[in-house]
């Protein structure tokens, strides 16, 4: 059974930067990798992806301010976000996809606020 942990939440103001990371308990180099989110009230949805060769894709809304990246080798994926907003406050959630396998961590939250 895998188990990924993310770490990185906190609070921010408008305007700066977090980094997330989520570590994976096995090898996850196979595994398409991602971040999704959750605001109060909302839907969970999906924020960044990258697939096991690197390809990454991202959500509108965090185009051009958010990065993914993965380190395979620590088994780890990674969230660089920058300029947030107030819309970006969410629990963060890890994901990490082989079908018909999926796997999530437990969140970490993200607070935007002046």
């Known amino acids: 059974q895998v188990q990924l942990v993310e770490s990185g939440g906190g609070l921010v103001q408008p305007g700066g930067s977090l980094r997330l990371s989520c570590a994976a308990s096995?090898?996850?180099?196979?595994?398409?990798m991602g971040w999704y989110r959750q605001g109060p009230g909302r839907q969970r949805e999906p924020v960044a992806g990258i697939t096991s060769g690197g390809t990454t894709d991202y959500g509108e809304s965090v185009k051009g301010r958010f990065t993914i990246s993965r380190d395979n080798t620590k088994n780890a994926v990674y969230l660089q976000m920058n300029s947030l907003k107030l819309e970006d406050t969410a629990v963060y959630y890890c994901?990490?996809?082989?079908?018909?396998?999926?796997?999530w961590g437990q969140g970490t939250q993200v607070t935007v606020s002046s």
């Open positions: 994901s990490a996809k082989d079908r018909p396998r999926a796997y």
């Open positions: 096995g090898s996850m180099f196979r595994f398409w």
